[in-house]
């Protein structure tokens, strides 16, 4: 088998389990009773370890199987999760992260699974101190186990009456426990002949775990089977071991416990049809486990309802889509000049068609934010704990959707901040107290819908941001001038976190304080084309707001014309446009600049600055100038004139062209001709 | 009975010409052959690409291939053709003055640049092939993209 092909699928799987883990645990450490998480993470970690062993990657499969053992253990009651079981199973996740991410890079770096195996089976041995609790726990959980859990000759009154019966019959009934060999691949069909095997030798009475159970493969490497055969124990560990891949088989015989009076005699009314009665009983036990069963089998059901497609399929569909609609403006061109009214009527009614059509290949790209927001609380935990802070985290509107790409890239902007509002913000509960806060911090990421635009918030509660000290460390780092900094407004001041170079911590520590951070979390945002600002009051806490345009796709843009080369503007970067003559530009020291509404602006010449020859900007009387905003500051872009505002598709250049000087990339206007994007961050220099 | 048998060592090539010469580059790079359409220049880029094409909606870049073989320019005609290459992920087009066939060379006939030609433009080609009296120059596309520059350069 050609495991390459899963490859992706692997990995993407392994990723959203592991991601579920993180989640399912996080839920366990604060109620580490929940049956249902339980289970959960039961059925992550058997997929993984399902999938790597498949795959061949046999330390996950390993490291997974280890888990699982401990997991079983929770899921039965028989432990209990405390402290340090989650703290182990979180970093048998982490583990597995990192053996996953290395399969993805294909590093051979020797990850050690073994200390965490040890400690794995030191749990599962209950050599732990969780051992205490163990009794308790057991006596807790027996209502639960009785049903689903699989301790050897754990028979009900029924089966009791069953195998006492057959007894007097002369029969024997054994416990045939099945181990299939690691890494079998499928179990259920292997199972099934086992089944099938022991069918043939006598009457399967009881199955752990259940039939159905078995056929969804929701089961381990072992399970156990109750037979009432004429056979001896060789003959049946015989025919077991005639299938492949079969690990081990244990026949013994049934102990019956101390049988009373009065089940034996109901036995032995019984006994002339055990076996059919004994059935019936057999499916009413089997309720509420089937119940169980069939709602799983729902939420199956449900997610298989979507589809999982590259994202580079959905791009050459917006690719053809966008080609559709440029040959439609062709044809309506067509229709136009060569008046053809069919052809135009026509071309309405296609108009609508793919304006919808471009609508939903849209909305197909959109990913909920939830997806990067999911794994915070674990890193908030993590660090939390590190810091010895006490942070709640309080996450809001994950479902608001954003285009897959920005999802992509948002991802490490948000960490910085977090980390930074943790770090930084919140103090200790010591001095929260002293300042008569809650002694827990509370960091709040919220997500919203904010006309074209989503709002991301990542909020503390903390010290704030002060000013001054601000202010004092960008001089002190000669950012800028004392002189500067007096005239800096304290909101202003605090913007100065975003400068390169700048950091606040006194003493740097894992977290944060490399100074690397805030201008990294700009940048990145800015490439986006997105805004980040800060807010902030001592005392009270900060808010840092990111603004991200819905799509980087499409974007609203001016068109603009510089001698015969149309180039985009785009929207989210304009002021305003104004018509000046050229007696308006003044020039400070070498620089030409306009005064507008008393503020000096200054003014890139497009032709220039792109080299396009043979403009008419020189001996133009009027020039348009496009005003934008350049983070804080503002410049005027002259162009020989403005066409008009279009919503634009954004194409790439690919690698040969990129990180061209002044150019985001490329759009393909109306009549098939390729428009340059200005990437007006870069104009002014 | 040469012509027939199948050697293996054989490549296919798409032919094509600059001025008076002949050129070739392998079919497997190939993936189409447009007629010169409207081309957008890009400011700030190196000064033998011609600019952006729109190839059915995606943009792109487009070489001039003369220019970057220091070959004089000529007026585009008729038979100018933009060849659609790919090399290692990368699509780009090439300006040529014609394509004129697709042939078969045993890479036995193909010589190493070095002993025909020096220069700077050396560093373009693959080889010389020789076919019956003709000389087809043979195209290393990485080079011509710029493809592992970088490390040649350090």
Known sequence: MDINQYMGMFLEESREHLQALNSCLLDLENDPGNLTVLDEIFRSAHTIKGMSATMGFTTIAELTHEMENVLDLLRKGTLRANDDITDILFKCVDTLEQLVESVASNSDTAIEIKPLIAKLTAIAKGELPSVAEQHSAQTATTQETEASSGEPSDLDDMEINVVTAARK??????????????????????????????????????????????????????????????????????????????????????????????????????????????????????????????????????????????????????????????????????????????????????????????????????????????????????????????????????????????????????????????????????????????????????????????????????????????????????????????????????????????????????????????????????????MVDVETKIDEGSRFKIRLPLTLAIIQALLVKVSEEIYAIPLGSIDSTINITSQDIKTIQNQEAILLRGQIIPIVRLAKVLNVSNTCQQNQE???????????????????????????????????????????????????????????????? | MSELTYSGNEIQLVVFKLGREEYGVTILQVQEIKRITEITRVPHSPDYIKGVMNLRGSVLPVIDLKKRLNLPPEEYTDDTRIIIIKVEDINVGMIVDAVSEVTTIDQNNIEPPQTVVGGIAADYLSGIGKLENRLLILLNADAILGIGQEVKAS
Not at chain 1, 657 to 662: C, D, H, N, Y
């Open chain 1, 169 to 530: 019959q002369g029969l024997e009934c054994y416990e045939v426990q099945v181990s299939l060999r690691l890494g079998c691949l499928l179990k259920s069909a292997r199972a099934y002949m086992v089944m099938n095997a022991l069918e043939e030798l006598g009457e399967v009475i009881k199955s752990v775990p259940t039939v159905e159970e078995l056929e969804k493969e929701n089961f381990d490497n072992t399970f156990q089977v109750s037979i009432v055969t004429s056979a001896d124990a060789e003959n049946i560990e015989a025919a077991v071991l005639s299938i492949s891949e079969i690990e081990k088989v244990d026949v013994v015989p049934v102990i019956i416990p101390e049988i009373t009076e009065k089940s034996a005699a109901v036995a032995d009314i019984q006994a002339e049809k055990p076996i059919v009665s004994n059935l019936d009983n057999k499916v009413a036990i089997d309720k509420p486990a089937k119940q169980a069963a069939s709602e799983h089998n729902d939420k199956k059901h449900k997610s298989g309802q979507s589809v999982r497609v590259d994202i580079d399929k959905l791009d050459s569909l917006l690719n053809l889509v966008g080609e559709l609609v440029i040959n439609k403006t062709r044809l309506e061109q067509i229709g136009l000049t060569h008046r053809l009214a069919d052809l135009i009527e026509t071309m309405e009614q296609m108009d609508r068609v793919t304006t919808d059509l471009q609508a939903v290949v849209m909305k197909v790209r959109m990913v909920p934010v939830g997806q990067v927001f999911n794994r915070f609380p674990r890193m908030v935990r993590d660090l939390s704990r590190e810091l010895n802070k006490e942070i709640n985290l309080i996450i809001q509107g994950e479902e608001t959707e954003l285009d897959r790409t920005v999802i992509d890239e948002i991802g490490d902007p948000l960490v910085h901040l977090l980390r930074n509002s943790i770090d930084h913000g919140i103090e200790h509960p010591a001095e929260r107290q002293a300042k008569g806060k809650n002694p827990v911090g509370e960091v709040r990421l919220i997500a919203r819908h904010e006309g074209n635009n989503v709002i991301i918030m990542v909020e503390d509660d903390g010290k704030g941001i002060n000013a001054d000290i601000i202010k004092q460390k960008a001089v002190d780092k000669g950012m800028i001038t004392q002189a500067e900094a007096d005239k800096l407004e304290p909101a202003e001041a605090v913007r100065l976190v975003f400068l390169a170079g700048f950091s606040t911590a006194d003493t740097v520590t894992d977290v944060s304080g490399r100074g690397v951070g805030m201008d990294a979390v700009k940048t990145k945002i800015e490439e986006l084309g997105g």
């Open chain 1, 622 to 685: 009027e020039l348009f100038v496009v005003i934008v905003h350049i983070g804080e500051n503002r410049a005027g872009i002259i162009v020989d004139t403005l066409i008009g505002q279009q919503e634009i598709v954004i194409k790439s250049m690919g690698k040969l062209l990129a990180g061209i000087k002044a150019i985001a990339g490329a759009t393909i206007l109306g009549n098939g001709q390729v428009a340059l994007i200005l990437d007006v961050g870069a104009l002014k220099q």
